[in-house]
């Protein structure tokens, strides 16, 4: 990235912060007679530089918000970072309701539309697969062999069917059961099971293992037609016989699935889930908060925003309580911090503070830095529901479903709980695609989004580079979202990635 000569090398992002943000590399001894100063240090771009000297123990704030101390004293333009920022986590008042403002929501008749598939119930679809999930470990490869056989030049004669697709999974048996990680499984399986975006489904199952299926269906309310259909390996011959039926029961549903025409519908039925990964100090400033504004469009006209992440929202969590629709929707919130606090307890752990290579490198010293960012992507609506993980979402607006940080299994919650686009922010350059919802990646610099283009979908760096500010990209976003749930291919989609991102979340006693 050239910075124009009309933009400052550094980013001030509140009046009350004492660190400013390197737009571009800041060499050694620099002088920014903008603000006074002299750098101390070469620093990177994306990373902070004292404002003004800084004391041992004095808070330092970034958007106005305490992202940490300093742990020594800092002098004017010097680089700060983990070497000399500790992080402290303070208490933080929730102060439940005290910025909700209500949504002005558009009428039904000047809402956005996009092309969707109407299903025969009345769920709306972004896309069109046949999902093969297995119910164990145990039938992985099984309904992976039966996913090989339907190669392109197999689907050539259902072109509305996007392809046949497997999920499989790494657990099932050696579990506790029952246990709150057994009931989280099926939860998970059944939302798949159920997503608009699989117009056919064939779960498969060995036969001696804790999850069996036919308890499955039962616990989960799943019902057996021409299109969910199962099947056991122990009672059908085996693997090659299971093969063999797993690949007729298949061709029995393709000319059904295929008979699917899209038609306008309104963009109250887009479920979005929010998802960032190798985030840097750009990434709170552009691609998060345009992501943000694109939800508040979005929820305007009646759809639906999921963030998640729950480690990620540790330290700014005040920011959606304050604007809960209710004490209780707050609660559930600050709820869910309090067992992941208990569950990351001595654990070197994103939630404690740490955050990987790829943040630090990228300017990210704390989680507390992080989440001020994270947050960003939910907009500034109001906080509708809080959902435990997988929960099917059943209300519109801005909502929460806990998940961990790791992406996959964000987002494979996300997509169990409804999610019907994936739209996903970064920094780094994270390689990641999902199915049946495809995944929109959002690039928050212009260096990264260049050298990773064949990947990358948005280029949110715009903003940095002063060619259009937040709320301009986030109408970009919003058009994009709409051709993307249209059945426009997202950069992922056309690389063919989210073969092997379905990881539900394992939790409990493995034995």
């Known amino acids: 990235m050239t910075t124009s000569p009309t933009l ?12 400013l943000v390197a737009r571009a590399p800041i060499a050694l001894g620099q002088t920014l007679a903008e603000f006074g100063l002299r750098t101390r240090a070469q620093v990177p771009a994306g990373h902070k530089i004292a404002a003004r000297a800084i004391a041992a123990g004095e808070r330092v704030r970034k958007y106005d918000t305490v992202i940490g101390a300093a742990s020594r004293d800092i002098e004017a333009g010097e680089h700060v970072h983990g070497h000399n920022l500790t992080l402290v986590d303070e208490y933080r008042d929730p102060a439940f309701c005290q910025d909700l403002r209500p949504v002005e929501l558009l009428p039904p008749e000047q809402r956005a539309t996009f092309m969707g598939i109407v299903r025969p119930d009345g769920r709306v679809a972004t896309r069109n697969f046949i999902g093969l999930i297995s119910s164990v470990n145990c039938s992985a490869t099984t309904i992976n062999r039966i996913a090989a056989h339907f190669t392109e030049e197999r689907l050539r004669d259902y072109p509305n069917v996007d392809g046949v697709v497997a999920f499989a999974q790494t657990s099932g048996c050696g579990m506790s059961s029952p246990s709150e990680h057994f009931d989280l499984l099926r939860r998970t399986i059944a939302g798949y099971a159920r997503h608009p975006n699989l117009g056919g489904v064939l779960i498969v199952g060995l036969g001696c293992e804790r ?7 039962s616990s989960q309310g799943l019902q057996n037609s021409a299109l969910v259909q199962s099947l056991v390996m122990q009672d059908s011959g085996g693997t090659r016989a299971t093969i063999a039926a797993g690949i007729a029961a298949v061709e029995a549903m393709l000319p059904q699935v295929n008979q699917v025409t899209r038609q306008p519908v309104s963009a109250e039925h887009i479920k979005i889930g929010l998802e960032c990964g190798g985030s840097d100090g ?7 908060p345009a ?21 990620e929202i540790h330290g700014v969590e005040y920011m959606l309580t304050r604007r809960a629709v209710s004490p209780e929707v707050g609660q559930k919130l600050l709820d869910r911090l309090d067992w992941w606090a208990e569950y990351t307890r001595g654990h070197n752990a994103q939630f404690n503070g740490v955050v990987g290579h790829g943040n630090q490198a990228g300017g990210l010293a704390n989680i507390f830095e992080k989440s001020l960012g994270s947050a960003m992507k939910g907009g500034t609506t109001p906080l509708v529901e809080v959902y435990r ?6 209300k519109a607006g801005f909502v929460f479903m806990d998940s961990p940080g790791y992406d996959p299994v964000a987002v494979t919650g996300q997509i169990a709980s409804g999610a019907n686009l994936i739209c996903f922010t970064t920094g780094r ?12 990646k959002l690039a928050s610099n212009t260096p990264m989004f260049e050298r990773l283009e064949e990947d990358m979908d948005i280029n949110c760096g715009a903003v940095l580079d002063g060619d259009c500010d937040v709320q301009q990209m986030g109408q970009r976003i919003f058009e994009h979202i709409l051709h993307a749930a249209s059945g426009h291919k997202t950069k992922s989609e056309l690389l063919g990635l989210g073969d092997h991102e379905f990881v539900p979340w394992h939790l409990g006693i493995v034995s």
């Open 211 to 217: 999850n069996q299926v036919a308890d499955l269906f």
């Open 8 to 19: 400052s090398p550094l980013i001030r992002l509140h009046p009350n912060d004492n660190v």
């Open 429 to 440: 350059g994270s390689m990641f695609g999902s199915k049946p919802a495809p995944t929109i």
């Open 389 to 394: 993980y997988a929960e099917p979402i059943d």
């Open 282 to 288: 750009f990434s709170g400033i552009t691609a998060n």
């Open 291 to 311: 992501l943000g504004a694109a939800m508040d469009i979005l929820v305007r006209h009646g759809g639906t925003a999921i963030l998640s992440e729950t480690p």
